[in-house]
């Protein structure tokens, strides 16, 4: 028989993200709690996901970006 696995708690953000996701208040002060917390898991996500797609930390210049053209059709 298996034994049972324990279930990770789950993850605390970090103090930057809780802090960064609290100054969202400014802009709505009826944010719950809850809403904070999801803000702040967001922040810290989007952290993670930046250290996978540029592990190393590089900095991209401005320079270095997709051409972006436009084309206005009148008729």
Excluded: H, W, Y
């Excluded at 609290?22 to 917390?37: H, N, Q, S, V």
Aim: hydrophobic letters at 45%; zero cysteines.
């Amino acid at each position: 028989m298996p034994a049972p696995t324990a279930t990770p708690a789950p993850k605390k953000p970090s103090d930057a993200a809780s802090a960064l996701a609290a100054r969202m208040r400014a802009f709505d002060p009826k944010l719950t709690d809850a809403e904070l917390a999801t803000i702040a898991d967001g922040i810290d996500g989007n952290l993670q996901l930046g250290r996978a797609v540029n592990p190393k930390g590089t900095a991209i210049p401005n320079s270095v970006e997709p051409a972006t053209s436009f084309k206005v059709i009148v008729s």
